[in-house]
């Protein structure tokens, strides 16, 4: 097979990526390359569905920009595909005074990238979530939801009404080679030429780029995260999106309280070392994934330097009421038979080899490749900036 853009990965960023370029280069033959049977299955199908508003993040940084662009682009969308989001708004909660000052930091990156938010008082928390703790919080009232993988299996219909334009499915990367007038893409099922290439393969995203010749920045250490539901009963407690301030030393949010698009209410996550990149159950591992991370030089790094936090993750990970203790810092009425266990997600965390965690998108470029190599949260908000991004880089290559 021949294309003028082979893309590898259909998750949301490498169908957002198809999509932007076949409407801006309809000229252009794309064909996705997905190993699965479907698109979306690892971390966009996990996903819980939040439409972030882009508050957390530096200011002029690649998450900022393209979350706050791509949030917009996401509702028009949704709403040009009828596709179901509920811009619900959410609460991020300060439950003590001496988180007060980093909330109001948070808040203040906010009105610098553009979001709207407000710091609101102990009552007018109550008005919004009336089971929710904390001395005082900021109301987000853009943030929204919506369902991902519906909105990844409208993009690939469109991507693939297109003539010319293919996805096909159970198809794995297994070499690429580079040839006089482009590359070929040695695969599970055969070779496919291309003038240009994008990997999009998230959690296999830095092993892509090494069989393109490139050294990728940082190594993928998979993380999971552990969720539970609230009982039918128990879904009173959360009315939208309740969230706690984070610790700014590291790139996850804490355990918080998400309504998804369906009505459920998932409840989580913890972060603990994944047994593999697509280790999804407790006794599920993959012993070349687990060797892969526990001999990186960057990774025993950041153990040393995070043990104790790790510690407390793996505990709320074997301990169901552990992991409710955590729940009650936001909502004391939560109780152990309030939680139904439900599906674990795998983060692509990018470590760096001094043991830093990339907290940024990191896109990297070489001559008929784009390696997208670290695209954490928000990147599904944000997949249909990120998407443009990568075709605007591609173009100067066209």
């Not at 407000?118 to 987000?140: D, F, N, Q, T, Y």
């Not at 998400?258 to 047994?275: H, K, Q, S, W, Y």
């Not at 153990?303 to 074997?318: F, I, P, Q, T, V």
Request: glycine share 8%; aromatic share 6%.
């Amino acid at each position: 097979m021949k294309s003028d853009v082979c893309i590898a990965g259909g998750g949301i960023v490498g169908l957002s990526t198809a999509y932007r370029l076949a409407k801006k280069h309809p000229d252009k033959n794309i064909v996705v390359l997905e190993k699965e049977s479907r698109v979306a299955v690892h971390q966009t199908g996990h996903n819980s569905g939040v439409l972030h508003s882009g508050i957390y993040y530096k200011p002029n940084s690649l998450k900022a920009i393209n979350c706050r662009q791509g949030k917009k682009a996401m509702e028009r969308f949704c709403e040009k595909e009828g596709i179901d989001h509920d811009i619900c708004g959410k609460v991020i909660v300060a439950i003590e005074e001496d988180e007060v000052g980093r909330m109001e930091n948070i808040q203040a990156r906010g009105e610098a990238n553009g979001v709207k938010c407000e710091l609101i008082s102990k009552e007018r928390l109550a008005e919004l979530e009336p089971h929710a703790a904390g001395v005082s919080a900021i109301h987000v009232p853009e943030a929204g939801i919506v369902n991902y993988r519906q909105v990844c299996e409208r993009l690939a219909q469109i991507v693939a009404e297109r003539e010319g334009n293919q996805i096909v499915y159970e198809t794995e990367v297994t070499k690429i080679r580079e040839v006089s007038q482009g590359l070929v893409v040695e695969t599970t099922k055969g070779e496919f030429e291309t003038s240009f290439m994008v990997n999009c393969c998230g959690l296999h995203s830095d092993r892509v780029t090494a069989l393109g010749g490139e050294r990728a920045p940082a190594k993928i250490i998979p993380f999971k995260g552990e969720y539970y539901e609230l009982e039918p009963a128990a879904k009173r407690l959360c009315r939208n999106l309740i969230y706690p301030v984070p610790d700014p030393q590291f790139p996850f949010l804490g355990v918080h309280f998400t309504r998804m698009i369906n009505g459920d209410v998932e409840c989580g996550p913890n972060a603990v070392l994944a047994f593999g990149r697509e280790a999804y159950g407790k006794l599920d591992f993959n012993l070349r994934d687990l060797f892969d991370s526990l001999s990186y030089p960057g990774f025993i790094r950041m153990a040393c330097k995070h043990w104790k936090m790790g510690l407390g993750e793996m505990w709320r990970s074997y301990n169901k009421k552990a992991f409710v203790k955590a729940l009650q810092r936001l909502v004391p009425e939560i109780c152990v038979a309030d939680l139904i266990p439900a599906p674990a997600g795998i983060r692509a965390q990018a470590v760096t080899p001094d043991g830093g965690l990339a907290d940024d998108f990191l896109i990297e470029n070489s001559n008929r490749i784009v390696n997208v190599c670290n695209a954490p949260s928000p990147a599904a908000t944000a997949s249909l900036n990120i998407g443009k991004t990568v075709v605007e880089r591609l173009a100067e290559r066209f």
